[in-house]
């Protein structure tokens, strides 16, 4: 278990197990979305990421006011969106559900994220993982450029997506396997009565139940 090196801020990391294998800098993985709910897709990438580029720990980072979301649609609060993220790792070696972002409160920016990442695991590595639809979007993000400043940027393919990336950036390209899942489906899946099951782990299923999550839509 690694703890925050000494004059970090604990607040910014209360619940943090971030592990650390033996060779050298911690290498931490930043990967950042609604996960509303979490998906086999968000953990299949999660977890080979983590193989592919030798993380010591990939952190699923939940959005508290995901930005470019608001308005879109009615948003889960944070906390069960947490929930569920957390309930999707559990036992997972690697992964761990990044409560940062809620921590911090209001919009959601990764560039606020890295900078207090590197504040309270100072030397880490860290890399900025995100799917091809995201990338093509990175122009979009808060402070881009700190972004790629303060991180390796990290793209996986998404299925039936393939976007040019935008230029100027040193991409790292990670392939996964291609699951044809997202958010949005599962969403629509409540709404119509349709099966969730082995699109999300069975815990994270179970909260959706319990919860009477997405039986409204939007
Ligand atoms: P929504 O449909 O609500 O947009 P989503 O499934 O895209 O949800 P997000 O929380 O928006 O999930 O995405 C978080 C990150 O996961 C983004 O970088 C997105 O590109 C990536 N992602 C989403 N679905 C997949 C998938 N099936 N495979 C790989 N990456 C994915
Ligand atoms: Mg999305």
């Known amino acids: 278990m690694l703890r925050p090196q000494a004059g970090a801020c604990f607040a910014l990391w209360p619940s943090s197990t971030v592990a650390r294998v033996p060779h050298g800098s911690l290498r931490l993985g930043v990967f950042g979305g609604t996960f509303d709910p979490p998906h086999v897709g968000h953990l299949v990438t999660a977890i080979n990421v983590r193989h592919a580029l030798v993380l010591d720990t990939v952190l699923l980072m939940v959005a508290n006011q995901p930005w470019q979301k608001l308005g879109s649609r009615p948003i889960t609060s944070a906390s069960q969106r947490l929930a569920m993220v957390r309930a999707a790792v559990a036992d997972v070696p690697g992964l761990e559900a990044g409560d940062l972002e809620i921590v911090h409160g209001g919009p959601s920016y990764t560039a606020d994220t890295l900078e207090a990442l590197q504040r309270v695991h100072p030397g880490a590595q860290l890399f900025t993982i995100m799917g091809d ?20 940027l990290v793209v996986v393919d998404r299925p039936g997506n393939h ?24 969403r629509d899946r409540v709404v119509d009565g349709r099966p969730l099951d082995y699109l999300v782990t069975a815990p994270v299923l179970a909260m959706i139940s319990e919860l009477g999550l997405y039986q409204e839509g939007g």
């Open 163 to 186: 976007v040019e990336l935008p230029s100027g950036f040193d991409w790292e390209r990670v392939e996964v396997p291609r699951l044809d899942v997202s958010s949005t489906d599962l």
């Open 133 to 152: 639809d995201a990338a093509a979007h990175f122009y979009t993000w808060e402070r881009y450029q700190q972004v790629a400043a303060l991180s390796t």
